[in-house]
């Protein structure tokens, strides 16, 4: 054993530097990599964004993207519902805004990926078309030395010319649809380019479902709308309640159209456990084209939409609007029509609305605004039910409660308020006798307000429906997008591309040998099938030759003798009978047995071809 003295270890010391010593014991590796440099690096991203894995990636990851756009309530669908959960997730809901989730579809990382898959794609394709191209233009390949490698395999003699033979396979395989040509002294032919042809199409179809979801996304218009039986809409951007469109959409391009509603058809299950679940909704409208255009009656009803004009107007949902007639302190009727209640219970309909009077004065000319909220129920269960709550969602038993406030509505601030709700800030309750002013009312009934202020009348009820207004120009192409990705899938999937390589050679004897061989792209057990039935279709221009009773022993051996079974001539009666073939692509009675047939050749070291070479599929 060895020690390093000082002077030894100063200069280990200074050859590593201002590191100190080595800390390790490992030998020091250098590896140089060479410098890819701009342009290397940017052909190294091409190629791995274009590659299948990373577009499966993208794929998996876009369908990753879309589980919080379905789960997490969005911007561009329900806002109401976006802001209720922010106030019932105090925690969550900052996390979920700086990842975007209230707004998936339209996020940065969303749209990343989208786009990302979409270059993929298209570097996918424009390639394996290319190539897809040449090999349509192209012949297939002449057929291997060895033959009886191949996974299907027959063969048999016969009396006929190689030329003779050849002639006729080429022109079945031709028949069959192979594309066949002879090289040498063999036909090869192939089949099943539409295997190939479905694969391009899907992954085609997948970027026309991309540009129609793009599409459809920046050029849609959607808007809904509440209609009480007798009003009606006009396609005008004023008109709609709510209204979103796509960036490159322009409102100036609204199409002149409008529609009325008659009348609301409703029914529902009156008895068995499916009481109360809805039979029927339907809504009869009249709707007309264009400025000048001629009305036409119509009728919606849920997943059955009304398409005018390249829109699209679906029924969404539908509820009661009660009639009422309200007089101010001068017995002057300050308003009279029907007031939407939206349901709070969607199976039985009980609603809840305002009703806001902003024009009313009292009797000596003074300016008092009223407001009033309340509840209604289209069945009212009785005094006995101990409920206020509907017990059926048709209107047979309606009933009206109303609670009346007077002061200032707020309608005068200048801020928007919902017409739906009644902002109490700067309200006063009415009370008489210390109690408040609220009454239930059946239809024709009056509620009197305290001090002569006036009265609100029940008139009756009315019926409303919301309908949305879409005009969504990439659904058409998304259905051929799909319809497209199912046929070129199952072409893919079902169709084999194979190829088939027939020899006919003349024998030292005088008789020709023929060989029937078959390769696949895929393992499939319908290709030794297939060519167990060409070479059936090919028995009468090349049938079996005769047995010879005494070959020369001497002759050189046939090349049909195989390391696999020789399966009988196709002419064979029993192999087309028979129901459960054996691997072999041909019937199964042996060739004629003889001392050509007696020994098996086997590939040897001084013969290294690839039978095989310019055979794959």
Same mark, same amino acid.
């Given at each position: 054993?060895?020690?390093?003295?000082?002077?030894?270890?100063?200069?280990?010391?200074?050859?590593?530097?201002?590191?100190?010593?080595?800390?390790?014991?490992?030998?020091?590796?250098?590896?140089?990599?060479?410098?890819?440099?701009?342009?290397?690096?940017?052909?190294?991203?091409?190629?791995?964004?274009?590659?299948?894995?990373?577009?499966?990636?993208?794929?998996?990851?876009?369908?990753?993207?879309?589980?919080?756009?379905?789960?997490?309530?969005?911007?561009?669908?329900?806002?109401?519902?976006?802001?209720?959960?922010?106030?019932?997730?105090?925690?969550?809901?900052?996390?979920?805004?700086?990842?975007g989730l209230f707004h998936v579809y339209s996020s940065v990382w969303f749209?990343?990926?989208?786009?990302?898959?979409?270059?993929?794609?298209?570097?996918?394709?424009?390639?394996?078309?290319?190539?897809?191209?040449?090999?349509?233009?192209?012949?297939?390949?002449?057929?291997?030395?060895?033959?009886?490698?191949?996974?299907?395999?027959?063969?048999?003699?016969?009396?006929?010319?190689?030329?003779?033979?050849?002639?006729?396979?080429?022109?079945?395989?031709?028949?069959?649809?192979?594309?066949?040509?002879?090289?040498?002294?063999?036909?090869?032919?192939?089949?099943?380019?539409?295997?190939?042809?479905?694969?391009?199409?899907?992954?085609?179809?997948?970027?026309?479902?991309?540009?129609?979801?793009?599409?459809?996304?920046?050029?849609?218009?959607?808007?809904?709308?509440?209609?009480?039986?007798?009003?009606?809409?006009?396609?005008?951007?004023?008109?709609?309640?709510?209204?979103?469109?796509?960036?490159?959409?322009?409102?100036?391009?609204?199409?002149?159209?409008?529609?009325?509603?008659?009348?609301?058809?409703?029914?529902?299950?009156?008895?068995?456990?499916?009481?109360?679940?809805?039979?029927?909704?339907?809504?009869?409208?009249?709707?007309?084209?264009?400025?000048?255009?001629?009305?036409?009656?119509?009728?919606?009803?849920?997943?059955?939409?009304?398409?005018?004009?390249?829109?699209?107007?679906?029924?969404?949902?539908?509820?009661?609007?009660?009639?009422?007639?309200?007089?101010?302190?001068?017995?002057?009727?300050?308003?009279?029509?029907?007031?939407?209640?939206?349901?709070?219970?969607?199976?039985?309909?009980?609603?809840?609305?305002?009703?806001?009077?902003?024009?009313?004065?009292?009797?000596?000319?003074?300016?008092?605004?009223?407001?009033?909220?309340?509840?209604?129920?289209?069945?009212?269960?009785?005094?006995?039910?101990?409920?206020?709550?509907?017990?059926?969602?048709?209107?047979?038993?309606?009933?009206?409660?109303?609670?009346?406030?007077?002061?200032?509505?707020?309608?005068?601030?200048?801020l928007p308020q919902s017409v739906y709700q009644l902002e109490k800030k700067?309200?006063?309750?009415?009370?008489?006798?210390?109690?408040?002013?609220?009454?239930?009312?059946?239809?024709?009934?009056?509620?009197?307000?305290?001090?002569?202020?006036?009265?609100?009348?029940?008139?009756?009820?009315?019926?409303?429906?919301?309908?949305?207004?879409?005009?969504?120009?990439?659904?058409?192409?998304?259905?051929?997008?799909?319809?497209?990705?199912?046929?070129?899938?199952?072409?893919?999937?079902?169709?084999?591309?194979?190829?088939?390589?027939?020899?006919?050679?003349?024998?030292?004897?005088?008789?020709?040998?023929?060989?029937?061989?078959?390769?696949?792209?895929?393992?499939?057990?319908?290709?030794?099938?297939?060519? *167990?039935?060409?070479?059936? @279709?090919?028995?009468?221009? #090349? &049938?079996?030759? %005769?047995?010879? =009773? +005494?070959? $020369? !022993? /001497?002759?050189?051996? *046939?090349?049909?003798?195989? @390391?696999?079974?020789?399966? #009988? &001539?196709?002419? %064979?009666?029993? =192999? +087309?009978? $028979? !129901? /459960?073939?054996?691997?072999?692509?041909?019937?199964?009675?042996?060739?004629?047995?003889? &001392?050509?047939? %007696?020994?098996?050749?086997?590939?040897?070291? /001084?013969?290294?071809?690839?039978?095989?070479?310019?055979?794959?599929?």
């Amino acid at each position: 054993m060895t020690t390093k003295t000082d002077a030894a270890r100063d200069a280990d010391d200074a050859d590593v530097g201002a590191a100190g010593s080595q800390l390790s014991t490992a030998p020091e590796e250098e590896v140089s990599f060479p410098s890819l440099g701009p342009i290397g690096w940017a052909r190294w991203f091409w190629r791995q964004l274009t590659s299948m894995r990373v577009a499966l990636i993208l794929l998996f990851l876009l369908s990753l993207g879309a589980i919080p756009g379905s789960l997490v309530p969005q911007t561009s669908i329900d806002p109401t519902k976006v802001e209720q959960f922010r106030t019932d997730h105090t925690t969550l809901a900052p996390i979920y805004d700086k990842l975007g989730l209230f707004h998936v579809y339209s996020s940065v990382w969303f749209s990343a990926i989208y786009l990302l898959l979409f270059i993929s794609l298209i570097g996918c394709i424009v390639p394996r078309t290319w190539q897809f191209v040449g090999q349509l233009r192209s012949r297939p390949p002449g057929a291997p030395r060895r033959l009886t490698r191949l996974p299907a395999y027959t063969t048999w003699r016969t009396d006929r010319a190689p030329e003779e033979v050849l002639g006729a396979a080429r022109r079945m395989l031709k028949k069959r649809r192979f594309r066949a040509h002879t090289v040498g002294d063999a036909v090869a032919a192939e089949k099943g380019y539409l295997r190939e042809a479905g694969n391009l199409v899907f992954h085609i179809s997948l970027i026309v479902i991309l540009v129609a979801v793009a599409v459809g996304s920046l050029w849609k218009s959607e808007g809904g709308k509440l209609v009480v039986e007798g009003d009606g809409f006009a396609n005008s951007l004023t008109q709609y309640d709510n209204f979103k469109s796509g960036a490159f959409y322009d409102t100036d391009d609204l199409e002149p159209f409008g529609f009325s509603l008659k009348s609301f058809d409703a029914s529902y299950e009156r008895t068995g456990p499916q009481k109360g679940t809805p039979r029927e909704f339907r809504a009869n409208i009249s709707y007309f084209r264009g400025a000048d255009g001629q009305e036409h009656q119509g009728k919606i009803e849920v997943n059955h939409p009304l398409e005018i004009a390249d829109s699209k107007i679906f029924l969404l949902s539908h509820g009661y609007a009660p009639v009422v007639e309200v007089t101010d302190g001068r017995g002057k009727k300050v308003y009279s029509g029907a007031v939407p209640f939206l349901p709070q219970d969607m199976q039985n309909y009980t609603s809840t609305g305002v009703v806001k009077v902003p024009n009313a004065l009292t009797q000596d000319g003074k300016r008092n605004q009223l407001g009033f909220s309340g509840f209604f129920v289209p069945t009212y269960g009785g005094k006995g039910s101990g409920s206020m709550f509907s017990t059926f969602p048709a209107l047979d038993n309606p009933r009206l409660t109303l609670t009346a406030y007077h002061g200032d509505l707020g309608v005068d601030s200048g801020l928007p308020q919902s017409v739906y709700q009644l902002e109490k800030k700067n309200l006063k309750q009415y009370k008489q006798d210390g109690r408040a002013v609220a009454q239930m009312m059946q239809p024709g009934e009056t509620m009197k307000l305290p001090g002569g202020d006036g009265s609100i009348k029940f008139v009756g009820v009315k019926q409303w429906a919301t309908f949305q207004v879409s005009h969504q120009p990439g659904n058409g192409l998304a259905l051929i997008g799909a319809i497209a990705v199912l046929l070129g899938l199952a072409g893919s999937l079902f169709i084999q591309r194979r190829r088939v390589w027939v020899r006919a050679v003349q024998g030292a004897d005088g008789v020709t040998v023929v060989e029937l061989a078959g390769l696949g792209r895929s393992e499939s057990a319908r290709l030794p099938e297939e060519l *167990a039935d060409l070479a059936e @279709a090919l028995g009468p221009d #090349a &049938p079996q030759a %005769a047995e010879t =009773a +005494a070959p $020369d !022993p /001497d002759a050189p051996q *046939a090349p049909e003798t195989a @390391a696999v079974p020789a399966p #009988a &001539p196709p002419q %064979a009666a029993e =192999a +087309a009978a $028979d !129901p /459960d073939p054996a691997p072999s692509a041909a019937p199964k009675n042996p060739t004629p047995t003889g &001392p050509e047939n %007696a020994a098996k050749p086997t590939d040897s070291a /001084d013969d290294p071809a690839d039978p095989s070479e310019g055979a794959r599929a």
